[in-house]
């Protein structure tokens, strides 16, 4: 399967947002409209590439999966970024033959807190909060950008609004298991998946040094362990 997205679109002012289309005959082909996934990278400026391979994973899975460039080095740390593309979602994903209606925010690292902040959190909007959320291999105690408060804080206090999927590496160096554990064990209803691989092969990627990012994976148990995290933002988006 190619890593390349099948269109890019601008969200806002000169930022760009992959678009994987699922087959034709799952979700968005003759079957009707597909669910939706807004996928977040990482701390890395601009790296919606690092996400390609697992995002057309779960496009093959019948998911059209939207995955925009953001920077945490902005004086907010992205938040208006990210807030831009989830308020862009829902028109693009009916442009795109997705559903606005059946909607997951997820993503990875730094971008799994914001996307389980932004999902979580009281302040949000009716018409901005997902269906559900996926956060992969990231921490939750420090405050999100996004809504200035740690979600482990405003979750510790009151159930999840919205259906919460968990899943991190348990040979991850980077941001240890534990903190997804944590969070697992303060919301009681939250779907936790570990897996034996590390923080970027998690996404179906391994870090390269010479390159300062991660790129695609291409050993058979890395891809095993991201085609595992790819069901899971299929779970959460429901049936196709």
Known sequence: MTNTPDEVVPYADGRLLDVHRPPRGTGGGAAGPAPVVLLWHGSGPNERDVLRPLAREAAGLGLLVLVPDWNVGQPDRGAAEL??????????????????NRFV????????REAVAVATHPSTPAELRPTAAVGIASHYADPAATTGEAPLDHLSTGSSPVPLWLVHGTRDEIVDVEHTRTLSAAVPTATLLELPTDHAGVVMTVYSPEARRCLPATD?????????????????????
Do not use: I, Y
């Not at 979602?89 to 997705?98: I, N, Q, W």
């Not at 925010?105 to 799994?112: K, N």
């Open 220 to 240: 058979a148990g890395t891809l095993r362990a991201g085609r595992r995290t790819a069901a899971v933002l299929a779970e959460a988006a429901g049936p196709a």
């Open 83 to 100: 807030l831009a593309s989830l308020t862009q979602v829902r028109r693009l994903a009916a442009e795109f033959g997705g559903d606005p």
């Open 105 to 112: 925010l997820a993503g990875w690292s730094l971008g799994g």
